[in-house]
Every structure is written in C-alpha cells, then in structure tokens.
C-alpha cells in the first residue's frame, strides 16, 4: 500500500492572481468591441446572439453563487428565472413605454420573495431531499403558469412595449434597437460579476465557503448556517430574476417553458461545463454552451447529441471545467515537465533499493 507521500501530487489548477484579472480585461474588452465591429445590417442576428449569451452567463453566475460557493445544488432555480420574466409581462403597460427601473425592481424582487419562501422551506432539507424537493416546487411554478389563465396559460404571454431607462425621467434609454440593449446586458453583466466578487470576498463570502466544506465544523463555531444558506439562496433568486427580466424584455414573450427543469438543468451544465466554484467558469460554460448549442443546430436536428458528447468529453479531459484549460498547460509545458536531477536520482535510488 502506497504511502501519503508516495502518491503523486495533484494538479494545482488555481490560477495567478494577474492571469484572472488579464483574462478578465480580454473578455471585457473583446465584448465592449464587438458592437463596433460587427456594424453591418446582417451582424444584428450576432448582436442579438451575444445579448443572449451574457443573460445565460448572468443565470449561470446566479447558479453558480449556489453550487460552487454553498454547496447547494438546486434544480429548481429556473422558477426564479421564470417568476421574474411573467412579472416583467405582467407589469409592462399595455400602451406606450414603461420605467425600465420599476419594471427591474419589481422583477428581481418577486423573484427574490419567491426564494425567500422556496428556501425557507427547502434548506430544512439535505443531499438528494434538497435537489429533489427544489425540482418539486420549480414544476409547481411551471404547473402554476401552464394550467392557469395566469399570463396566457400555456400558449404564454406578449410584451408589446419594452420600457425605457433614465436617470432622474432624464435622457430615456430605449432598448428597442440590438446594439443599445447589448450595451445594457452587459452592464447587467458587468454589474452581476462584480457584485458576486465583494460579497465572496466579504465575511459573508468566506462563511458560505466555509459551510460548503464544513457546516456542522461551522455551527459548532457558532455560525448561523441557516441564515446564510438562506440569504445566498435569496441572493441566487434575484440574480437567476435580473436574467429572466433581461430576456423577457429580449425576446417580448414568455411562456411556462421557461419554468421548467430543463431550463435549470441547462444552467447546471453550463457551470460544470465552465468549472464549479469560478465565476470565470459560470461565464464561460455559458458562452461555450449557448454558442455551441447554436452552432449543433445548424448542423443537425439532432444536435443534442452532439452537445452531449461534447459534455462528456469535456468532463472527462477537464474534471474542473473549461476554466482549467491554462492551468492544465502550463502544467503539462515542455519547461514544467523536464524533471529535477535530483529528484530523478533520488527516485532511482529508492528504486535500487
């Protein structure tokens, strides 16, 4: 039997502190040019794909808030995402533009009373009870908006007008046009990532990583794990509800299958795509899923299987996502690889004897 010293290290896919932030720069920067590049009448379909893109990463980042840094695995979070779209529906004036800001606040908060009540039932739960009983209420909202007359029913509902955004009733914003509604995804975007970023590197941050490694270590050190499960699954809710305002306000009509759980299970699939416990990676198994989701279904009607394998092969080579790939090889570069002397004949050494 092999020793703890004898085994082989693992690989420390963590990344420098300057590679995150250059990597942040490059992505920004690659998403603010894009609509300057792409000026054409034809290149709106890829405005409009990209706008799509940053509202997944946006649901994605709200799941990952859960999965990665609380240990939460809900399959249930696409009713918060739904909730807030049908607000969104629900609350556009019927005739003319509507304040965009009280249409975003009255979103992302009926999305975040919903976790708020969702979670206080469900955190009660552990292990496959919670994944299990998250799925149970987020089919309850999808039943609630398919077999009522609640919003259309199942044939869904229209948004005629998009809402306009000032400051202060000053300069309205319009987001009729694809390039000024980029521009607010983005800000969305940009507004999401960096508010995950101080609260994970807040005291509140540092406790739900240390609940989803230990919780009965931190209860036992007198942390109230219930309340800041509860406010990282409120937290979740209201970013998962700053997305479904996004595309409601995107596509102008929702429907009940935005509620259903294949719409949560492509948001988890989109983080363990990108890596689990990385905002970075949240970012990138979005742009990876959507894109080649897209990009299958111009191939074959068949294109499911083509994401599937690629899943899986991604899963296979990178246990810890896409977001590993740097790390992965500078491990594997030439300059790393060459063996130390002296650990080479220490080694064999131990071998002659």
């Known amino acids: 039997m092999q020793s703890d010293s004898d085994m082989p290290p693992q690989q420390d896919v963590r990344r420098p502190a300057w590679l995150a932030a250059m990597g942040w720069i490059i992505a920004l920067a690659a998403l603010c040019a894009a609509p300057m590049l792409l000026t054409a009448e034809s290149d709106k379909y890829y405005i409009e794909l990209l706008s799509k893109v940053m509202i997944m990463a946006i649901f994605a980042l709200s799941l990952q808030l859960l999965i990665g840094y609380t240990g939460l695995v809900s399959l249930g979070h696409a009713a918060y995402f739904a909730m807030a779209a049908y607000a969104t529906a629900m609350l556009a004036p019927q005739s003319g533009a509507g304040n965009g800001w009280l249409l975003l606040l009255g979103a992302v908060g009926s999305a975040g009373a919903l976790a708020l009540v969702v979670g206080t039932l469900v955190l009660r739960t552990r292990g496959i009870y919670f994944i299990m009983v998250t799925l149970a209420f987020a089919q309850m909202v999808y039943f609630v908006f398919h077999d ?79 309340r800041y499960q509860l406010g990282a699954f409120v937290a979740g809710g209201m970013l998962a509800g700053l997305a479904g305002f996004l595309y409601a306000i995107q596509f ?43 990009w299958f279904s111009t191939l074959t009607k068949h294109w499911q299987l083509l994401m599937g394998g690629f899943i899986i092969i991604a899963v296979a080579l990178l246990p810890r996502g896409l977001v590993s790939v740097p790390a992965v090889l500078r491990h594997r570069s030439p300059r790393r690889a060459r063996r130390d002397p002296a650990a080479e004949s220490n080694t064999h050494s131990q071998e002659a004897a």
């Open 252 to 294: 102008g009509f929702v429907n009940p299958e935005i509620a259903s759980w294949h719409q949560s299970g492509n948001a988890m699939l989109m983080v363990i795509l990108g890596g689990v416990g990385s905002l970075a990676g949240a970012v990138l198994g979005a742009f990876s899923f959507v894109l080649l989701a897209e």
């Open 148 to 226: 009522t007359k609640i919003a259309g029913g199942s044939d869904g509902t229209y948004i005629y007008f998009r809402p306009e955004f000032g400051l202060f009733s000053e300069l309205p914003l319009t987001v009729n046009d694809p390039v000024r509604f980029y521009w607010l995804v983005l800000a969305g975007l940009v507004v999401t990532v960096g508010l995950l970023a101080v609260l994970l590197r807040s005291r509140f941050g540092h406790a739900l990583v240390g609940i989803r490694h230990n919780e009965q270590r931190m209860r036992a050190a007198g942390f109230a794990t219930y």
